[in-house]
């Protein structure tokens, strides 16, 4: 019984971080086809929704200033 608990814990272990390298090795793939020009837009749209929400920031400490 002794050599069976440190055996499974051992197998779960490596299983476990052998799904984690794959899962990862997958989405780094998955990444890579990606073109740059779609990388490009996303990360475009991604700064258009930073700066709304600065403005929406600034509206609100003008709108807290003036009261």
Same mark, same amino acid.
């Given at each position: 019984?002794?050599?069976?608990?440190? =055996?499974?814990?051992?197998?779960? *272990?490596? *299983? /476990?971080?052998?799904?984690?390298?794959? !899962? %990862?090795? =997958?989405? %780094?793939? $998955?990444? @890579? &086809?990606?073109? %740059?020009? =779609? /990388? #490009? !837009? &996303? #990360? *475009?749209?991604k @700064?258009? @929704? *930073?700066? !709304? #929400?600065?403005?929406?920031? @600034?509206?609100c400490? $003008?709108?807290? !200033?003036?009261?």
């Open positions: 019984m002794k050599f069976l608990k440190p =055996t499974i814990l051992i197998i779960s *272990i490596t *299983i /476990l971080f052998t799904a984690c390298a794959s !899962k %990862v090795q =997958t989405h %780094v793939v $998955e990444s @890579e &086809k990606e073109n %740059v020009s =779609t /990388l #490009l !837009k &996303k #990360l *475009i749209k @700064e258009q @929704e *930073i700066n !709304k #929400l600065n403005q929406k920031i @600034e509206d400490k $003008e709108t807290q !200033k003036s009261k």
